[in-house]
C-alpha cells in the first residue's frame, strides 16, 4: 500500500521537528530567574537523560501488552495537559527572563 519510503519520510519530518525541543529547553532553563543557570541546566539534563532512558522501555511495554496505537494515544493523553498549561501561563509566569541585547557594532569597531 504506502510501502517503507513513505515511514523513512514520515520519520525523519517528525525527527526534524522535534530535534529543536532539547535545545529550546536548555535555552528556557538559561533564562531562570528563580534558578540559577548551571543548576538550570543541570536539572533539565537528568530530566532528558531519565526521559530518554524511561520512556522506550515503557513506550514498548504498553505496545506489547495492548497495541502500538495505544501508545500513541497514551502519548497524547500525557502530552495534552502540557500542551494546554503551556498556553495558559505566559512566559513570565514560568519565570523567564529577557536577555540583554548585545551590541555588535561596538566589537566591530575595535577590531578595525
Known amino acids: 500500500m504506502l510501502g517503507p519510503w513513505t515511514s523513512i519520510v514520515g520519520f ?5 521537528g522535534v530535534s529543536n525541543l532539547l535545545l529550546m529547553a536548555y535555552s528556557q532553563a538559561g533564562k531562570s ?9 543541570a536539572i533539565n539534563s537528568v530530566f532528558s537523560y531519565g526521559a530518554f532512558m524511561l520512556a522506550p522501555p515503557l ?7 495492548y497495541s502500538l496505537p495505544a501508545i500513541f494515544l497514551a502519548l497524547i493523553i500525557l502530552f495534552l ?3 494546554i498549561a503551556l498556553n495558559l501561563f505566559d512566559s513570565w509566569r514560568l519565570g523567564a527572563r529577557e536577555l540583554p541585547e548585545r551590541n ?4 566591530a569597531q575595535n577590531c578595525e
Open 12 to 16: 525523519g519530518l517528525a525527527g526534524l
Open 33 to 41: 530567574i528563580n534558578i540559577e543557570t548551571p543548576v538550570a541546566i
Open 59 to 65: 513506550e514498548g511495554l504498553i505496545a506489547d501488552s
Open 81 to 83: 495537559p502540557l500542551l
Open 104 to 107: 555588535f557594532t561596538l566589537a
